[in-house]
């Protein structure tokens, strides 16, 4: 059968969008198998292979997947691109399969795929009944890259980050208990910070992910807090709000949970710093910065407001109001437009350089 084949490979797991339960499952399989998990954001979940945007980056480190012949994922959309390339370097190499519910075609790379339409939690449930833990020949043959991780967390945790930072923001946010709010991310730079400094501990996590990422974010995060029943946290861009500023009419009665949206102003599109974009038009046609604060517009449509002064109020004000406040709050942490790029940047170098020269996961 299929779980026969896969108990003699060297592979790795990869969890897409799914639901907090199919991550759950999937995770437990992964387990089983004692293969490296590469766990997108949108899976609410996370692993002991963490920060893999980062340091997938450090050719001695990816070098340690060399030997993977099989990618199993569970779910799409994936948000880091430096795993895209991995998947579409070592596709060449070795089998790629894809268990999803639905019957669209993710797969950016192109490459071979052997694709299963299926309720993921009951594949990965069959899969767990059929398979003996005896019967997997290479459990932990890459547990080496655990260090990596580690050694990766420890760099982004010991960066001195300015006072107030949506990088620190992201890194410590969910340290905190957070009480299980539903969470929406938008998209551009906030989901890539949670995919590189985050450690999810196990959400139900929304986004929207396509070419059209920022359209109607806060329509589509009020959908998913009236439908969750539950407190929520929506984290989203300026530019996103902006496009979408109407729908913060759909908050102004939400009370029965309380809710944050917590909108990352850094005036513009941030996350262009990330790509290669002519500088000398970067700000003008790229960045497109609007010079807007969002205190008034909180007030037309009725909902708290928040504009704290560093990370840790920041923190301070979401972890509070999901905990005892009531209705929507939105928070707003004002940053200046290119602060994020210049924090990451020495993280990233670090981690190529460090690991690099330790040789630590050979």
């Known amino acids: 059968s299929q779980v026969h084949l896969i108990e ?3 592979g790795v797991v ?17 387990k089983c198998l004692g293969w490296p998990v590469f766990c997108d954001p949108q899976s609410g979940v996370s692993s002991e292979f963490a920060h893999y945007d980062l340091w997938l980056k450090s050719p001695e480190a990816s070098k340690a997947l060399d030997d993977c012949n099989l990618i199993l994922q569970f779910g799409a959309r994936l948000v880091s691109k430096r795993l895209l390339n991995w998947i579409e370097t070592r596709g060449n190499h070795c089998d790629y399969q894809i268990v999803q519910p639905y019957q669209q075609r993710l797969n950016p790379s192109h490459r071979v795929q052997h694709r299963v339409i299926a309720n993921v939690g009951f594949w990965c449930e069959n899969a767990l009944t059929e398979m003996s833990p005896s019967d997997v020949q290479y459990h932990g043959w890459g547990d080496a890259l655990k260090k990596v991780s580690e050694i990766t967390q420890k760099i982004i945790r010991s960066h001195e980050f300015v006072a107030c930072s949506e990088a620190d923001l992201v890194m410590r946010l969910f340290d905190y208990t957070l009480d299980e709010p539903t969470v929406f991310l938008g998209n551009s730079l906030l989901v890539r910070l949670v995919d590189m400094l985050a450690k999810i501990p196990e959400l139900e996590i929304y986004s929207n992910r396509g070419a059209s990422g920022i359209d109607g974010l806060v329509a589509t ?9 539950n407190k929520s946290l929506v984290m989203i861009g300026d530019t996103s709000l902006l496009h979408d500023l109407n729908s913060l009419s759909l908050w102004t009665h939400a009370n029965t949970y309380p809710s944050v949206i917590l909108v990352s102003n850094n005036d513009g599109g941030a996350i262009f710093d990330l790509l290669p974009v002519p500088k000398e038009r970067k700000r003008a046609l790229y960045q497109m910065p609007h010079g807007y604060q ?3 517009a909180a007030k037309q449509f009725g909902l708290s407001y928040a504009a704290p002064r560093d990370t840790s109020s920041c923190i301070q004000e979401i972890v509070s ?3 005892s406040g009531n209705g929507t709050l939105l928070v707003e942490l004002i940053t200046p437009s290119e602060q994020t790029s210049c924090e990451l940047k020495p993280i990233t170098e670090k981690v190529c350089n460090d690991l690099g020269s330790q040789y630590a996961f050979r």
């Open 221 to 229: 995060a009020a959908g998913v807090h009236s439908a969750s029943k």
């Open 8 to 10: 003699s490979k060297k």
């Open 294 to 296: 969002f205190k008034h």
């Open 321 to 323: 109001h999901l905990a």
């Open 14 to 30: 990869i969890l897409g969008s799914l639901n907090l339960s199919e991550s759950q499952k999937a995770l437990e399989l992964a």
